[in-house]
């Protein structure tokens, strides 16, 4: 049994190591994704508020790009759970009769173990009328979700990881198209002091 979990831990420790190697050229990659991104912005540009759904390692990512969207672009843009948004976000979404249209969701599905939990919220949200752009790293799990999903490469266990970047980006190109310097968001400091 010792044996089995050691091996075990060797080989997630490999595949942790190929992928680390691999990241520069996965982000390289995933800067293609430069136009999409910008058409995302364009279509957030006049939205209120924003949601952004991930599962296991695309959770914490979805919080920091929600973040990234709040600093520089200036949306109220939140991160969830895949599966937190029916817990009271889901009262926010408007379809297209809503006073600026139908609520966007952007929901990072990965070919992972919770992608099925993924797909399950992406049908709900779609069904109440949201606006649904999908981060993955494979465009046929998502076809009947999305017919241009924003697709990055895999890359194992860092896979989540490279979803930040279309974020980052989306972000960025929000920031301009609203006419606000990402370089200097306002009320934030660039080094934080603690007394």
Do not use: W
């Not at 009271?88 to 139908?102: T, V, W």
């Amino acid at each position: 049994q010792r044996e089995d979990s050691g091996e075990q831990s060797l080989a997630d420790k490999s595949d942790l190591l190929l992928a680390l190697q691999r990241l520069p050229i996965s982000f390289g990659m995933a800067l293609r994704t430069r136009e999409q991104c910008f058409k995302v912005a364009e279509m957030l540009q006049d939205k209120e508020h924003l949601f952004i759904l991930g599962k296991g390692f695309a959770e914490p990512i979805a919080y920091e790009g929600a973040l990234k969207i709040k600093e520089i672009g200036y949306l109220n843009a939140q991160g969830y759970s895949g599966g937190a948004l029916k817990h009271g976000p889901f009262a926010l979404i408007e379809g297209r009769s809503g006073k600026h249209g139908p609520t966007p969701i952007i929901m990072i599905i990965l070919d992972d173990e919770h992608a099925p939990q993924m797909l399950t919220a992406a049908h709900e949200v779609q069904a109440r009328g949201a606006e649904v752009v999908v981060i993955t790293d494979n465009a046929q799990l998502v076809k009947e979700i999305s017919s241009d999903p924003i697709v990055i490469p895999s890359n194992g266990p860092l896979t989540a990881l490279i979803s930040v970047l279309p974020l980052q980006l989306i972000a960025y190109e929000l920031s301009v198209l609203r006419g606000i310097n990402p370089d200097t968001p306002r009320n934030l400091a660039k080094a934080v002091t603690v007394d």
